[in-house]
């Protein structure tokens, strides 16, 4: 495998209709994903999609607020979690740019800790979703006394807010948003080799050269190429280190 796409939602909807062809093409790059759910009946759709393909990795969870009326199950996720094909607890954070702070915070944050639960319980990494709220997520992240790890998927904070996610042993991915905007070059430099991943998040935010397209994980090459170009990195090096780090993160306790 070259490397991993390490945020996906492949065993979503929008890829029913020619999910074997997508997965051919993630093949013929050599590439691995990890789907993601958003909710219990996506979590395990995407568990059930993990089961069956060898380089598919499933991430369970509750989103913030894509339906705001789901509540955590703590038992079927514990339950689910046990699943060997399991490698992280989300995508699970905080986002105030859908839904209003002061209407929905409290929600959020005991969404959140429920999610901190289950990874101190497993010993899983933490897929985090954060959008308009880093400050909101250092400060529950502050307040746990477990040794939690993981990744802030699609990245869009600045150096400061990703030192100190760094410094608390997150690391940081990024997505095709690199391919066509020079915004983010600078924390992408600044983010230690070991620290960095690639992501799809499939099939949102298609990179160049598709963009306007349907996303899928043989993409995540593009997201990887350009943390390269950005970086100066050469391409075997590239290859390695971005399998490394996705494989430390997610993958430890596989093979
Ligand atoms: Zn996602």
């Known amino acids: 495998m070259k490397y991993i796409d390490i945020h996906s939602h492949l ?34 759709k995407a568990v059930a999609l993990a089961e069956k393909e060898a380089d598919i ?13 789901e509540e955590f199950d703590m038992g079927a996720f514990t339950g689910l979690a046990s699943n ?11 986002d105030f740019f859908k839904t209003d702070k002061d209407m929905d915070y409290e929600r959020q944050r005991i969404l959140f800790e429920q999610h901190l639960v289950l990874a101190e319980k497993t010993g899983l990494p933490l ?19 477990g040794n939690l790890k993981g990744n802030v998927h699609f990245f869009a904070g600045d150096i ?27 924390i992408v430099r600044y983010i230690p080799d070991d620290m960095i991943h690639a992501e799809t998040d499939a099939p ?8 306007g397209k349907r996303n899928e994980p043989a ?12 970086k100066a990195w050469k391409p075997e090096y590239q290859e390695k280190t971005l399998l490394q780090n996705a494989t430390r993160v997610f993958l430890k306790n596989i093979e």
């Open 11 to 44: 065993h979503d909807e929008p890829f029913d209709h020619d999910r074997m062809e997508v997965l051919g093409r993630m093949r013929d790059e050599s590439l691995g994903t990890i789907t993601v759910g958003t909710g219990l009946v996506s979590s395990r």
């Open 57 to 69: 990795w499933a991430s369970i969870g509750v989103h913030p607020n894509d339906d705001p009326c």
């Open 84 to 94: 060997p094909n399991v490698v992280a607890i989300g995508e699970c954070g905080f």
């Open 127 to 145: 897929m985090l979703h954060v959008r308009d709220a880093y400050e909101e997520t250092l400060e529950v992240l502050g307040t746990c006394k």
């Open 160 to 186: 400061s807010i990703a030192k100190r996610f760094l410094d608390i042993g997150f690391t940081c991915s990024f997505t095709g948003v690199i391919s066509f905007t020079r915004d983010y070059d600078d």
């Open 204 to 211: 949102y935010v298609t990179p160049v050269p598709y963009r």
């Open 219 to 230: 993409y995540v090459k593009f997201v990887a190429e350009r943390i390269g170009e950005i």
